[in-house]
T-cell receptor
Framework: NAGVTQTPKFQVLKTGQSMTLQCAQDMNHEYMSWYRQDPGMGLRLIHYSVGAGITDQGEVPNGYNVSRSTTEDFPLRLLSAAPSQTSVYFC?????????????FGPGTRLTVL | QKEVEQDPGPLSVPEGAIVSLNCTYSNSAFQYFMWYRQYSRKGPELLMYTYSSGNKEDGRFTAQVDKSSKYISLFIRDSQPSDSATYLCAMRGVTSGTYKYIFGTGTRLKVLA
């Protein structure tokens, strides 16, 4: 199993550009999430999905869109990049909402918006 | 006030020391408590999880939860340079509306050889 994979590893954007961060998992997990990690702020939830076709907003959803057409993939779209979106983005997945379901993280995407 | 508070450190200790990492929280609905380890430029990986109050031991690591004080701890015995990382606490509830993980900001630990 590859676990949770993310592409690209690094990305530099100019203000106003759009892009999609890719996330895939091969563990047949229902629950997937996107977080951003900023110094002094910890991991903050952007969007999450409890299964294909079902998504919901997290703590900091503004400026981001998601969709979940398959169980495996959960892309994150930046609509019009802003310098405030400079961050490290992590995708995570877990089997379900049981407390014993381990949440696995991808390696992250480092995004810089100029 | 944040739901979860964690001292960011950095914490520097000599090899072999006992390390104590802590988090406090405010939401009494939290039932599952996790510790993640994150090496530099990597994703977090689950180290330990505990349900409700009590202790859990795994090798050199012990997790403690005191729900009455809303305080959780991670102890690392015989710390090694390979333990140098950022440690994140996380917690969640069991009812609808509390499934989402809430993370602390992380404590950076450096174990000196």
């Amino acid at each position: 199993n590859a676990g949770v994979t993310q592409t690209p590893k690094f990305q530099v954007l100019k203000t106003g550009q759009s892009m999609t961060l890719q996330c895939a998992q091969d563990m047949n997990h229902e629950y997937m999430s996107w977080y951003r990690q900023d110094p002094g702020m910890g991991l903050r939830l952007i969007h999450y999905s409890v299964g294909a076709g079902i998504t919901d907003q997290g703590e900091v959803p503004n400026g981001y869109n998601v969709s979940r057409s398959t169980t495996e993939d959960f892309p994150l779209r930046l609509l019009s990049a802003a310098p405030s979106q400079t961050s490290v983005y992590f995708c995570a997945s877990r089997r379900g909402t049981s407390g014993t379901d381990t949440q696995y993280f991808g390696p992250g995407t480092r995004l810089t918006v100029l | 006030q944040k739901e979860v508070e964690q001292d960011p450190g950095p914490l520097s200790v000599p090899e072999g020391a006992i390390v104590s990492l802590n988090c406090t929280y405010s939401n009494s609905a939290f039932q599952y408590f996790m510790w993640y380890r994150q090496y530099s430029r990597k994703g977090p990986e689950l180290l330990m999880y505990t349900y409700s109050s009590g202790n859990k031991e795994d090798g050199r690591f012990t997790a403690q939860v005191d729900k009455s004080s809303k305080y959780i701890s991670l102890f690392i015995r015989d710390s090694q340079p390979s333990d140098s990382a950022t440690y994140l606490c996380a917690m969640r509830g069991v009812t609808s509306g509390t499934y989402k993980y809430i993370f602390g900001t992380g404590t950076r630990l450096k174990v000196l050889a």
